[in-house]
């Protein structure tokens, strides 16, 4: 149990995984508890089930030095090892108990490269054949293993992922002067050609088995060097053009070793901005954005107060407003208030009848923020009982009118915390 914890909690900054801590005490009538929440997290499926996975590290031994890492070889910190058996037992007594139905399984790199992916993929090996284990396995690749290695373990993996960290090369160079994005970009397009040769190979061949059909996933650390938002929403748009890539993570920098002067000092792990690339990356993937249109020359970095759609919808008036039983398919994703679906309930059931916002409410459409941006079948607003006034949207008054009406006061307040936070980034010369 000391073991588990030391190396759960070392695990914690690892997003790539959808995690959020639980504890559940038992219960009468129910099988086990989660054990007070040691090492237990949240990942989700296609389907939405909500999948709980043992979250963990085989090793927090680390041979790398990097500034923003806990288990940098350098810190003074409580250290542990797994053995491979004791690993695959922990899963399959956690599994028989109901605790989990998966596990997350990531390490320190020991050795060498091939010596830590050996010990991965011998896990994944043995409880898929030696224990019958049926249910998710997520594996942390290594940078720098063999191609032989990475193939063994995507047999029994469901998904792999190796951490991108820090979006530009010179700035993982001076944080991780071990590491370089050629060596993370490496093992991507390995276990990309062994996910597309098996794709090709199942289609002539019934009975081959999968590899790593859950694709791959990775992470990048948000505010741990001067890389602006535009940076990594260029990284993350030029992985998703990779056709074995579900997710790109992003992880507020926590201050973990605050003595290092490469780092930059945070009262606290820049959320909102996290919150924020969260929201423009889910534009890239579903609402058909581009990067240049989310942040450009003259906004590097996103909007605090606003969230990125409002942003852009904000800068170009002239787009607005909105028909929306005439616009097309794409145009209405622009609009601020309405989601995917609701834009393809808006375009299947306007076939049949002329929309009115009582009928766009229905659909889900936030009127809060879409009545500025469009028109339907009224052309006036009533309020209550009263006369119905005229509409007033974006072209009337105006962005910088409209901008305060679309902000609460707490998102005011946390966004000016965010903002005042000190980010004293240290230059090579100024250190002594």
Known sequence: ??????????????????????????????????????????????????????????????????????????????????????????????????????????????RNPDYTMERLAAIARDLRLVHRFNGYIHLKSIPGCSQELLNQAGRYADRMSVNIEIPKEE??????????????????????????????????????????????????????????????????????????????????????????????????????????????????????FKVEEIVDDQHTNLDLEVDPKLAWALRHPEAFPVDVNTADYEMLLRVPGLGTKSAWLIVNSRRFNRLTSYDLKKMGVVMKKAKYFITCHELTRCQGFAIPDPIVGINELRPERLRPLLISKAQQKRAAAEQQLSLDFKDETDRT
């Open 1 to 110: 149990m000391e073991k588990l914890r030391i190396l759960a909690e070392s695990a914690k900054y690892d997003v790539s995984c959808s995690s959020s801590g639980t504890v559940r005490s038992g219960k009468k009538g129910m099988v086990g508890s989660t054990v007070g929440g040691v090492g237990i997290c949240h990942s989700f499926a296609d389907d939405g089930r909500c999948i709980s996975l043992l979250k963990v590290m085989l090793t927090n031994y680390c041979m790398y030095d990097c500034a923003y890492c806990i288990n940098r070889r350098s810190n003074d910190i409580k250290r542990a090892t797994l053995s491979v058996s004791e690993l695959e037992e922990i899963t399959m007594e956690f599994y028989r108990r109901n605790y989990i139905e998966g596990l997350f399984l990531s390490s320190g790199v020991v």
């Open 171 to 288: 700035s993982l160079k001076l944080l991780a002067p071990e590491k370089d994005h050629q060596s993370v970009f490496q093992p991507m397009r390995l276990i990309q050609q062994g996910v597309l040769e098996n794709k090709e190979d199942r289609r002539h061949l019934r009975n081959v088995p999968h590899f790593v059909p859950a694709g791959q996933s990775t992470q990048m650390i948000v505010g741990a060097t001067k890389d602006t938002d535009r940076d990594i929403l260029n990284m993350s748009s030029m992985l998703y053009s990779q056709p074995t890539m579900r997710r790109v993570y992003y992880s507020g920098y926590v201050s973990v070793n605050t003595y290092d002067p490469r780092l930059p000092v945070l009262k606290q792990p820049p959320l909102v901005r996290e919150n924020r690339l969260y929201q423009a990356d889910w534009l890239l993937r579903f609402y058909h």
